[in-house]
């Protein structure tokens, strides 16, 4: 089963950015869609963006589009999410995961569901002040 290791969290202030990173082990990183979730404090853990197995195919929450960037280097097997414009609305702890096989999304409302995911990392925090 692959491994990931979410990295880049840290305090920043409102308007500021950030960049994660998300490295997974194993051989078959290209084989696989990847995504991003976040998780605050007292709810439930949300999707975030999600990027297809080349890169070209890209969906993004409605809370996020237009100052996120989801992108991949298959060559360095790693998943970035480049967060821009950041608010305190931000702040969660940031997870990326793999996207089963089986599952083929291209709108939101696939892209949302949890248990289409599998090989959650231990997730990053990231904090935005006011």
């Given amino acids: 089963q692959v491994q990931l290791v979410e990295s880049g969290g840290g305090l920043v202030q409102a308007g500021g950015s ?7 082990s194993g051989r078959t990183f290209s084989s696989y869609a990847m995504g991003w979730f976040r998780q605050a404090p007292g709810k439930e853990r949300e999707f975030v963006a999600d990027i297809g197995r080349s890169g070209v195919m890209r969906g993004y929450s409605d809370s996020v589009k237009g100052r996120f960037t989801i992108s ?15 608010k305190p609305e ?5 997870y990326c995961a793999q996207r089963k096989l089986e599952y083929h999304c291209s709108t939101y409302r696939c892209y949302q569901q949890r248990d289409i995911y599998n090989s959650w990392g231990q ?8």
């Fill in 18 to 24: 950030l960049r994660l990173s998300c490295a997974a």
């Fill in 72 to 86: 991949r280097d298959n060559a360095k097997n790693t998943v970035y999410l480049q967060m821009n414009s950041l």
């Fill in 90 to 94: 931000d702040t969660a702890v940031y």
């Fill in 123 to 130: 997730g990053t925090q990231v904090t935005v002040s006011s």
